[in-house]
């Protein structure tokens, strides 16, 4: 049965600095470490992967702990891997207590760093729309784990009306940042087409306490950010979680990693729109038809968008080919479908 079908192969940040030859951590604490790894590895990208991959635009590198250092969170950037979070509420009350504090977001040490990022790059790339977004932040869930840590699990247990106040209001504030970053973009703080959240720590809370300690919250942001669609990204979820997409009101999920789904059982119990991602690791231990058959058969369950993002590991070896392979196996099914629609 032919449905509505989409298709993307990208690159992320941290692929930029390995294939120029930039370590992570200069990538996102020098400027011109950074703008070199953009018109290096862009171009290096190109030519090994060909005019279809979506090469990532000219932004300040994409950070999703930006708000929660804000809130007096520590990032710990290693030498040449991915930055690392650190807890900084020892206790719900002492998150509370943090949170009734007026913030200036604009004092933040990192965001100003990032700042002199974007006005680097800004000049660097003059014949570019530069973003600002990348130094981003998560749903309500996952920051409340990234601040308070492990703790927060016991708490929703131990502590669930002093739970709730504080999900209440660290919602709030992701709203404030949602809004004071897209004024300084010159964008609307309430969005007029769609919103988007990641909240992967969600898929934490056993599905029989969404009603109370996630739908709440995400409809706390959606309805602050949003008159329009609602598109969530959320690993990891379980088949019994599903129908509490349907009760937030999700217009597009991606489940991205979730080992626990596959298409056809996403399809079975909601009617949501729905991607499929074709993770890097998956790569190397395949071949050309069976990254082929992958496409063809998300497609046939019932996904209405793939996907994969180039890494490090898929410009290695024959990967490359195996990428090819994922982009002519999707214009396939484009042709297919269109011959379907004009009756050939």
Known sequence: MMHRFRWRVSAGHEVLAYI????????????????HAFREGRRKLKGIFGEDLRLPRISVPALSYGHISCLGAEIVF??????VPQPVYSSIEEGIRSLCKKRDFSECRLFKHYLRV????????????????????????????????????????????????????????????VHFIRGLMGDPEIDPRSGSLCDDCASYIPPR????????????????????????????????????????????????????????????????????????????????????????????????????????????????????AFIKACKEIEASAHRSIIGL
């Open 20 to 35: 120029s030859g930039v370590k992570l951590r200069d990538f996102y604490m020098d400027p011109r470490a950074c703008a």
């Open 78 to 83: 290693p030498a040449d891997t991915a930055p």
């Open 209 to 324: 306490m969404w009603d109370e300690l996630v739908i709440p919250y995400w409809n706390q942001y959606y309805e602050s950010i949003t008159k329009g669609r609602r598109r969530i990204h959320v690993e990891n979820l379980s088949p019994q979680h599903l129908k509490y997409l349907e009760k937030a009101k999700i217009d597009f999920y991606d489940p991205s990693m979730s080992p626990k789904l596959t298409p056809g059982l996403i399809r079975k119990m909601i009617n949501i729109p729905f991607s499929w991602r074709l993770l890097s690791f998956e790569y190397p231990h395949m071949s050309v038809d069976d990254v082929r058959k992958w496409v063809h058969n998300s497609y046939r369950e019932g996904a209405h968008e793939v996907y994969t993002v180039v890494n490090y590991l898929m410009c290695k070896g024959d990967n490359p080919a195996k990428v090819k």
């Open 118 to 177: 974007y006005r680097y790059l800004k000049s660097e790339f003059p014949e570019e729309n530069v973003s600002l977004y990348g130094f981003g932040y998560e749903g309500p869930i996952t920051s409340a784990l990234l601040l308070r840590g492990p703790g927060f699990l016991t708490d929703i247990y131990r502590k669930p009306r002093l739970v709730k106040t504080f999900l209440g209001m660290l919602t709030d504030n992701i709203v404030s940042y």
